[in-house]
DNA sequence: AGGCCGATCCTCT
DNA sequence: GAGGATCGGCCTA
């Protein structure tokens, strides 16, 4: 028997927007891996917008600030698609695709909180099943370290739609509310650096760098 | 707790 | 041929 997934399907409009909008709201919801091992499964709760060339703002930061190429060509495409490169080497990092096909634009999942197959994401990521600690900062809190966690991998998983109710990752909400946001500057980027698109979860223990934590607070009604 | 550094390879110019 | 949307280990306090 198929196990069944948290929440409910997310809507392709709600990804069809500005990056800058989709990012804010994507805290609290889930990301859904269905894998041999079972459902892995995180919540969100930092997020980093990467907007498209046709955008008034520029951002030399994002992968399709110059146009599309091979690697970025799902950024193009319509919204609600897995964009997920390698980075030094040795690592993933995996984002979500926003606003209209032919039009660039994307979420860069940045931590999540283990909500379902913590055990298998620690095997993933080397560490011991019992080692969940700081509330699953060691499993999902970081870009990479979240695709570690979670298997996700380019060569399997770009350009997955995640609409998709037959697809094995999927963007999904189980109602978890949330309220207020802190909106901070981008981690680890040289252009563009005074942005403040990153967003998260103020004061959870899986976000990222929780030292240069300054920000503005955000309340989404 | 915070800073520095090496690993490692793909992508684009 | 240069330069990353990173991570973990090692160093100093």
Redesign the pocket.
């Known amino acids: 028997m198929e196990p069944r997934l948290p929440g409910r399907l997310m809507l392709r409009e709600f990804f069809e927007a500005s990056p800058e909008r989709v990012a804010p709201r994507l805290l609290g919801k889930l990301l859904v891996h269905r894998t041999k091992a079972g459902i892995l499964a995180g919540r969100i709760v930092e997020a ?1 917008a ?1 907007l498209g060339p046709h955008n008034e703002t520029p951002d030399p ?13 799902v ?1 193009f495409g319509p919204a609600g698609h897995a ?1 997920v ?7 993933f ?3 979500i695709s926003c606003e209209i096909e032919g039009r660039a634009g ?3 999942l ?1 931590a999540l909180e283990p909500v379902a197959g913590g055990e298998q994401m620690a095997r993933n ?3 011991a099943p019992g080692a969940i600690r700081h509330g699953g900062r ?1 499993l999902t ?8 966690a979670l298997g996700l991998t ?1 060569a399997v998983h770009n350009g997955l739609d995640l609409l998709d109710p037959a697809s094995t990752l999927q963007a999904r909400d189980d109602g978890f509310a949330v309220h207020e946001v802190m909106a901070t500057p ?6 563009a650096a005074e942005l403040p698109l990153r967003f998260a979860l103020p004061g959870h223990p899986c976000v ?1 760098g ?3 934590f300054t920000g503005r607070r955000i309340f989404l009604r």
């Open positions: 980093e990467y930061a994002a992968h399709s600030h110059r146009g599309p190429t091979p690697r970025n060509q950024l964009y490169y390698a980075i030094y080497g040795r690592y990092c995996m984002n994307c979420v860069l940045r990521r080397g560490l060691d809190g970081g870009p990479s370290r979240l695709c570690l380019r981008r981690i680890g980027i040289r252009h990222s929780t030292k240069s």
